[in-house]
């Protein structure tokens, strides 16, 4: 299983309700949630890798300016708390914007390690 389906795996639980995409964003309507998981690159891969990853939370254009930021901290929470298959995954402190629409986002890096 590579980092981004481990990843992946272990953070929908926290994302019901949220479009989980992969690599970029696709819009499909501003009654949708997304949860985009893009992958980021990382030192030289050897026996022990460590792929970063951008986890972009975009809400619906009906959500209030603080969803996005609190599914943040949901999934900063569960990273904190576990790793899954993976053997670290480290979160960064969010970062929150919005779209050309006005859509709320919040973006958080998260730095991995697998074995090889």
């Known amino acids: ?3 981004s389906e ?3 795996q272990l953070l929908q639980p926290v994302l019901v309700g949220w479009r989980f995409q992969f690599g970029r964003w696709i819009d499909s309507g501003k009654s949708d949630r997304y949860a985009v998981l893009k992958p980021m690159g990382g030192p030289l891969a050897g026996l022990v890798r460590q792929p ?3 986890l972009v939370l975009i809400g ?3 959500d209030p300016l603080t969803a996005p930021e609190s599914k943040a901290q949901d999934v900063i929470e569960k990273l904190l ?3 899954g298959s993976l053997v670290f995954a480290q979160p960064g402190e969010p970062v929150y914007w919005a779209t050309d629409d006005g859509r ?3 973006e958080i890096a998260i730095n991995t390690i697998i074995n090889r």
């Open 1 to 3: 299983m590579t980092a």
């Open 6 to 8: 481990s990843l992946r």
């Open 52 to 54: 970063a990853f951008s």
């Open 60 to 62: 619906a254009g009906t």
């Open 81 to 83: 708390d576990e790793s």
């Open 104 to 106: 709320p986002v919040a």
